[in-house]
């Protein structure tokens, strides 16, 4: 069965970075396009970013725009998020998810029915 698995996580200052990385298995991972969301305490799941099958185009939230990158590696059955100038606003759990074949809205959660499990990330001020 399919199986994603985030690390990365943790407690970071303000204006630090840190980088998630999502293992897969399961799948054929180079067919799907891969998604990051989180979720805040009391908030509902939120779309970060996304990246096609090949990597070749990338899909981000907007005030994570120019902060925050998502890429791949399909020989290694990975998906990343490098997080840069990170904000307390940032805080949240984070997952990988793999996109439905044939999805087309990257940001949608509906599109993706394969998730992991999470990972913290914390922002202190």
């Known amino acids: 069965q399919v199986q994603l698995v985030e690390s990365g996580g943790g407690l970071v200052q303000a204006g630090g970075s840190l980088r998630l990385s999502c293992a897969a298995s399961?799948?054929?991972?180079?067919?799907?396009?891969m998604g990051w969301f989180r979720q805040a305490p009391g908030k509902e799941r939120e779309f970060v970013a996304a990246?096609?099958?090949?990597?070749?185009?990338?899909y981000y939230l907007e005030s994570v725009k120019g902060r925050h990158t998502i890429s791949r590696d399909n020989a290694k059955n990975t998906v990343y998020l490098q997080m840069n100038a990170l904000k307390p606003e940032d805080t949240a759990v984070y997952y990988c998810a793999v996109m439905k074949g044939g999805g087309r809205n990257y940001a949608s959660l509906y599109e993706y029915p394969y998730w992991g499990q999470g990972t913290q990330v914390t922002v202190s001020s």
């Open positions: 399961g799948l054929t991972f180079s067919l799907y396009a």
């Open positions: 990246i096609t099958w090949s990597g070749g185009s990338t």
